[in-house]
């Protein structure tokens, strides 16, 4: 392979390109379905889903900048930065990203420039020491998600509660998976002093925090479908059913990548 194309493949593993086409086809989903935008001649919707990609994008190479030491513990094959990525150009791109995610939110409305600036802002606190802190970094990045899907009430200077309930959904499916990810990098966090819900917990309490995230997920679902709105079945599959299963399944796969490490550091992280 190429340097340029080996370049190009770091800088596209560096801001995690799936994760930012996942994010925008949920915009694009939420503007289509529940707002019934024309979705493909709104230049407007178009900015924002940009803005939204390069601010996550800036997100994520902040967040393995500060990470580097932490992930060559747990992951060291999805390590970039320092290596492929100098840290210079590194924290260079996260600027670069980040201020031009917000520069685009001045040709929507300055209400989206501030939801921006947030944003960013949200997101290098995060990296920087939220994410170290219990719960605190979690909640953080879930509102974050929760975000990127309600700011299109504020696009298109609307209330629509079904985006504020897919915004909901969003929450708490992320929360949940970030406390997962925080099992499965326990090792590299416990070695660099993160004070996460699992080593301040111990594994079978955070477990146990994790099936009432799932078990409010999954009855607010129910009561919205009984009481708000009847939700079609192919819908009510989709945002319960098959994300819980996916939400178990990281669950065990956390379990699993756990008990390779060997003998845990003391008996509060014990099943």
Known sequence: MSSRKKILASLL??????NLIILVFAQYFTAWFLLKAEVFTDWRLFLLAASSALIAAGGYVINDYY??????VNNPNRVVVGKSVPRRIAILLHGFLSLSGIALGIFLSWWIVLINIISVSLLWFYSNLLKRLPFVGNFAV????GLSIGVLNVLYNTFNPMVIIYAVFAFFMTLVREVIKDMEDLKGDNTY???TLPIIWGLRKTKQFIYIVIGVFA???LLISVFYVKLPVVYFLMILFVPLAWLVMQLIKADVRYFKYGACLRNGYMM
């Open 13 to 18: 593993r560096l801001t995690r390109t799936w």
């Open 67 to 72: 990470d580097v030491k932490i992930d060559l």
């Open 142 to 145: 879930s509102l974050l998600t």
């Open 193 to 195: 002093g993160c004070k």
């Open 219 to 221: 009855l607010t679902v």
